[in-house]
Each structure stands twice: as structure tokens, then as C-alpha cells.
């Protein structure tokens, strides 16, 4: 399955739109991170512990459009875009979004 | 005691009112997205140069709230971390009201397609930090009628 | 080029967890949690706050000292009493214990920081023989014997910081409730194991002082009476069941005595109910 966010591929040819295909995940973070948070608040430094936990987060929301996309048939996602925003206190939503096309 | 009572009480209400609010979103959601289905929306820049026409701007916007039972969830999910569910649904239904009724100002418009669709969440609180109350999802796009 | 848009399947971006069931574990998962650390927590504590030396006390307890009493009759005779009984329970030389009789209505008596002890004049006009009184002062003297107030203070700040970094880190007034509900619930089983505790090195010492326990169990059934009906449930209470507390007794007696020889409580001495009111 391709995914990109381009939209005109030099090299195929886009026989079919299948239309918008979404993925998204919703992670909340535990005390522990939580913690480690607070520290870093004191010393500074990259808070790995989140950064690890929205990686995760949007490898999952990719994966999740992908299989919308093998749902209705397509072999390719042109014109991914990414969206985060939180929606609860202390977790994030991961959001991927794209056309599912039918590549030759 | 008084406040676990008041605790529960407050729990099952949001759970009853907010799973049936759910369910009845769902159907009114699929049976919709069937109607609209001539319509379809796609993330591409580039209409076909020489069939399009009428090019229009829609957008469709919902903010929904969340209930008792899904913050409360929420606040024991950020004790353990991982997955939460009851939020996913929640923006699950958001996103694709916002879609259908984006879809359906285009309809009124007779369009055919929608180009570069775009999709917005946010989070709306009474700003006292943690308690965020509902989420919006707003989604907007170019409308076009293709000629045949 | 072809535009469709077919039909997506349900359920790709939502889970299939009936939410009800995620809440039970949810609840029972994250209570769990909290009882285990406020456990393990109070066990660290407890052993640690042991070897905190008894003259640091004695310092942090002058710094917070309530209302010195002032000689009169009744405070010499208390005196006399926690002489004996601190002979009995063989407290170390650098323990001493200075009572103080407190001329209020308050029904109560207590022990706390740096070997004091309080008695209120609530508390002691309702007693009725000299072996009911032995009973209250052992008992607290012997809550300062097994250190139990610095104990308590140690288990209740060292649970107190870890649960506010928790309660910190999430801000919904709501969740810091339960966190500090059960807790607070956690902690009462320990303070229920200390009365239990002191009630019994008083039986004991009530024995060595007049060969019988009458006095407990006498004084236990004024508590009660005081207590009235509205008694909560143990397991929400920082005492054992006044219930409980009488059938430890029955227990010890039974144990104690082969005969059933009659016994006699001690009488309070004759100006007992004047010295109750002190005089300016």
C-alpha cells in the first residue's frame, strides 16, 4: 500500500478515486510519564516518554486508515494529511487523512 | 458515602443517556452517508481541467459534548495510560456529521464532488485547564459539478 | 478518471469493547493500584519512622505543645499513676511521660509527639473505679511505647507526598477525591492494628498492677454508652468496634485466670470528684 502526500505521481497513472479515507487514535499518557514530565519540567531535556507515546499513536492512526483503504479497494493513499489535537485532559487525538486511489 | 452515591448516580445517567444519544447518532449517521453517497469527498488539489465547473466553497461543522461516564474513563485511562475507547467514537461520530453535512451543502448546490477536503478538530473547554468539555470538528472543501 | 465512493465498514476507528466492561476493569484496576502503594508506602514508612530517635520528637513536640497544666491535686495523682505504669511497662529512662489533665468536657483522652499525654475531665468524671482509669492512662502510654504517634506522622506524610504527586500531575477535582477516599480508607486498617495493639499491652499491665482486668471492661461500656447509637462501620472507623474491643478482653481474662476467684476493682480515691474541677 503506498502512502504519500503527494498527489500527482510522476510514474502511474490514477485509474479510480475511492474517496476520503480517515484513521485516527486517541492515547492517553499514565502518572509515570506523567512524572517524568515534571522532572523535565525542572532539568529541561526532549520528553522521550511522550514522544514515544505519539509515535505510537500515529503509527496506529496510519495503520487504521490503510485498512479503510484495503477495505474499499484501493492501492495506494495520495494527499495524507496529519492532524493532532487534544481532547481530554492529558490525552491527544491522532488523526490521518487521505484519497484512497487506485493506482496502475 | 453521599459523594460515592452521588458519584454512581451521576455515572449511569451519563452512560444511559449517552450510549442511546450514541446509537441513535450511528443509524441516523449511516442511513445519511447512504443518501449522499453520489457525492464523493477526496483530499485532491486537482480537479480535471476541462469537465469541472461552479467551484464553491462548503464546510459542515458539529461540536459534540462529552458526557459523565466518558470522562470519567478519561481521567482513569490517564492513571494507566493507553487506548481511549470512549473517545474514539465520539470523534468518530463527529467527523463523519461534519462530513455529511458538509456533503450536504454541496448536494443543495447540486454539485458532484468535493476537492481538497480539509478536517479540523479542537477542543472546547471552560478554560479552567483540564476540563475540556466538547470537541468540534469542522470540514471544508471545494464543491465542483462535472459535466458528463 | 473514475470518482466513487464506496461503502467504508464500521468499527476500523473504533474499538469493539463494550464501554461497561472497560469501566469495571478500569475501576478495579487503577483502586487496585492505590491500595497496593498506600500499602507497600505505609509499610516503609511504619519500619522507618521506628528508628526516629525519641529526643527528635520530644523537640517537634515542644515546638507544638497544646496547653500546659498547672499543679493541683489531680494532676500529682495522675502523676503518681503514670509512675507505676511506666515502671510496669518497662519504658526506657529516656522516655519519660509527662501527663496533662485538661479541666474540659471533652469526652477523651490521647497520646502524641515527644511522651504526652492527655486526660480530659470529660473523659475521667465518668469513670468508676481507679482500675477504669489505669486502663485509659496504660493504654495511651502504651501507644507511646510502641511509638505509634511518630508513626503515624511518618506513614501519613511520606503516603501524603506520593498521592499528591499523582493527584498533581491529573487536576480533576474528582479523581484527587477518590484517590484520597480510598487512601484515607487504606490507612484506617493501620490505625485499627495500633489500638489493638495498645489494648492489649494495657490489659497486661492492668494485670501486673492489680491481678485483674475489671476496670477495661467497665471502661469500654461507658464508651459505648457515650457513643450512642450512630456508630460506623468498622472498617470506616480509626478504632476497632467497641464490641470487639470488649471480647479482646473477655479472651485475655479467660486466658489469664485458672480460678474464679472474686475480684475487686480498685475504688478512685475519696476527693476524686473534687479534684475534677480545677480551681483558679
Not at chain 2, 21 to 37: F, G, P, Q, V
Not at chain 3, 107 to 125: P, Q
Not at chain 3, 156 to 169: D, K, N, P, R, T
Amino acid at each position: 500500500m503506498l502512502v504519500t502526500n503527494i498527489e500527482i505521481l510522476p510514474d502511474k497513472r490514477i485509474v479510480e478515486h475511492l474517496g476520503l479515507v480517515q484513521g485516527s487514535s486517541v492515547r492517553a499518557k499514565h502518572v509515570g510519564r506523567d512524572i517524568m514530565a515534571g522532572l523535565k519540567n525542572i532539568f529541561g531535556g526532549e520528553l522521550k516518554g511522550y514522544t514515544e507515546l505519539l509515535q505510537e499513536s500515529r503509527a496506529e492512526a496510519m495503520e487504521r486508515m490503510i485498512e479503510q483503504a484495503e477495505a474499499v479497494g484501493a492501492n495506494a493513499v495520495l494527499n495524507v494529511r496529519f492532524s493532532t489535537s487534544s481532547v481530554a485532559a492529558g490525552a491527544a487525538e491522532l488523526f490521518a487523512y487521505g484519497t484512497a486511489v487506485v493506482l496502475e | 458515602m453521599i459523594d460515592l452515591i452521588i458519584l454512581l448516580m451521576l455515572l449511569a445517567i451519563g452512560y444511559g443517556f449517552g450510549s442511546y444519544a450514541e446509537s441513535r447518532h450511528y443509524k441516523s449517521i449511516i442511513t445519511r452517508e447512504n443518501d449522499l453517497r453520489h457525492i464523493p469527498a477526496i483530499t485532491s488539489r486537482f480537479p480535471p481541467q476541462n469537465n469541472s465547473s461552479d467551484a464553491t466553497l462548503v464546510s459542515g461543522s458539529v461540536v459534540i459534548s462529552v458526557d459523565y461516564f466518558k470522562r470519567f474513563i478519561a481521567t482513569l485511562r490517564n492513571l494507566v495510560g493507553g487506548r481511549v475507547t470512549a473517545y474514539e467514537s465520539l470523534l468518530d461520530r463527529a467527523r463523519r456529521e461534519a462530513i455529511l453535512r458538509m456533503k450536504n451543502e454541496a448536494a443543495q448546490l447540486n454539485s458532484d464532488i468535493i476537492f481538497n477536503v480539509k478536517l479540523e478538530t479542537s477542543s472546547i473547554h471552560k478554560g479552567k485547564g483540564n476540563r475540556i468539555g466538547s470537541v468540534e470538528v469542522i470540514a471544508y472543501g471545494t464543491a465542483l459539478k462535472t459535466s458528463k | 478518471m473514475k470518482y466513487s465512493n464506496p461503502l467504508i465498514p464500521e468499527g476500523i476507528n473504533t474499538s469493539k469493547q463494550h464501554p461497561l466492561k472497560e469501566f469495571f476493569i478500569l475501576t478495579a484496576g487503577v483502586l487496585g493500584l492505590i491500595v497496593t502503594a498506600v500499602l507497600l508506602l505505609g509499610f516503609f514508612a511504619d519500619k522507618l519512622a521506628h528508628h526516629i530517635p525519641f529526643e527528635v520528637e520530644q523537640k517537634i513536640a515542644s515546638e507544638a505543645l497544646l496547653q500546659t497544666s498547672n499543679p493541683s491535686p489531680m494532676q500529682n495523682y495522675l502523676e503518681s499513676l503514670t509512675r507505676q505504669i511506666a515502671a510496669v511497662q518497662q519504658l526506657p529512662d529516656k522516655m519519660p511521660i509527662t501527663v496533662h489533665y485538661i479541666d474540659s468536657e471533652t469526652i477523651n483522652a490521647f497520646a502524641t509527639l515527644g511522651g504526652h499525654v492527655y486526660m480530659f475531665r470529660g473523659l475521667l468524671e465518668k469513670l468508676p473505679n481507679e482500675n477504669a482509669l489505669t486502663m485509659v492512662l496504660a493504654h495511651e502510654i502504651a501507644h507511646i511505647k510502641h511509638r505509634h504517634p511518630i508513626r503515624s506522622l511518618g506513614r501519613g506524610i511520606v503516603i501524603g507526598l506520593a498521592l499528591s504527586m499523582v493527584s498533581g500531575s491529573i487536576g480533576d477535582m474528582m479523581s484527587n477525591q477518590i484517590i484520597s477516599n480510598t487512601e484515607t480508607i487504606t490507612s484506617l486498617s493501620y490505625s485499627r492494628e495500633q489500638e489493638r495493639v495498645s489494648d492489649k499491652t494495657a490489659l497486661d499491665t492492668l494485670m501486673a498492677l492489680y491481678g485483674n482486668v475489671l476496670g477495661a471492661e467497665q471502661l469500654f461500656k461507658v464508651l459505648q454508652e457515650s457513643e450512642g447509637t450512630m456508630e460506623l462501620p468498622e472498617f470506616l472507623s480509626t478504632h476497632p468496634l467497641s464490641d470487639q474491643r470488649i471480647n479482646a478482653i473477655h479472651k485475655f481474662a479467660r486466658e489469664s485466670f485458672s480460678t474464679d476467684a472474686e475480684q475487686q476493682a480498685k475504688p478512685l480515691p475519696s476527693d476524686f470528684s473534687t479534684w475534677l474541677r480545677i480551681t483558679e
